[in-house]
């Protein structure tokens, strides 16, 4: 672009009348400008840091190496979880999907407390359909630790609804390995920070993530159909003998969410949905299959 400037600058100067002299600073420009179209834009990954204080860390000069590993490989396992449970192929056992893709890389380290700094994996965007990526999977990541630690029960279970459980322990786990050592984390990413204040916060947060807070059923509803967004994919329900309304989300096995409002408005129908609760949370509700609709 540089030489592009220089060139057309050079040729304003030079009377058009002047064909042998403008010819070589031609060529060049025609050469450049070729370059240039051939040049596809390079995305900047992604970065985000990972900081640790407690008894194995030594303010900002070091960390016990064999905490620091583990630390760092149980922050990834929470993340290449979550990036599966968005695209609804994380099953509740077995080898976490594509993690060997889904790795977040070490780039340096974090700077103020003692930490890692990690890229984030660069992921095509027809892997995760409607989602946003690498980037909003460590969003999501973010918003738990945030809220399990600073928000209520009903925050949690709306983030904890969109994230596959397993992904949630995987979560758990982390903070539960950082609890053994006496140590807590601060996560930043895209200007926003969050730090735990210390060993017996990142506890309770465990603890709000723990499975034994979040309970997840599967239930039977008999009733109508009141309508979906299908950009928001959310849902009303109508449940058959009183004028209660389930509002939910529509998950994202069902690729259209709008073939709900074609096939099935206001028919009388069951479904089956996917039921989580978070402590004293109000429970929330998630169609993940066309087939848990049925004719009633």
Known sequence: MSEVAELESILSRIPAANKLERFGFEQRLKTAQAALAQVQD????????LTFRGLPVMGSKGIA?????KAAVAFTEAFTAIVAGMKDRLSYMGPIPDKARNQLLITGTAVGSFGFEFQLPHLQPDFFSESGGAEE????????????????????????????????????????YLSQNQAWCGLEFRQKVFRYKNVDQLRRSRDRLSEGNIHEDQQQF?????????????FEFKISGDDRIIRGKVGLGIEDPDILNREWLHKAVSLTLNVVQVGQSRPSFTLNDIDDIKEA
């Open 137 to 176: 999977a460590l969003e999501r990541l973010f918003a738990l630790l945030q809220v399990s630690a600073q928000g209520s029960d009903d925050e949690i279970a709306e983030i904890v609804a969109e994230v596959h459980p397993r992904a949630v322990r995987k979560v758990a786990a982390f903070l539960n």
């Open 42 to 49: 390079v995305v900047e990954p992604e970065r985000t840091q």
């Open 222 to 234: 008999f009733g109508e159909l009141q309508g979906v967004l299908p950009k928001g994919r959310s």
């Open 65 to 69: 190496a064999e905490f620091g590993s």
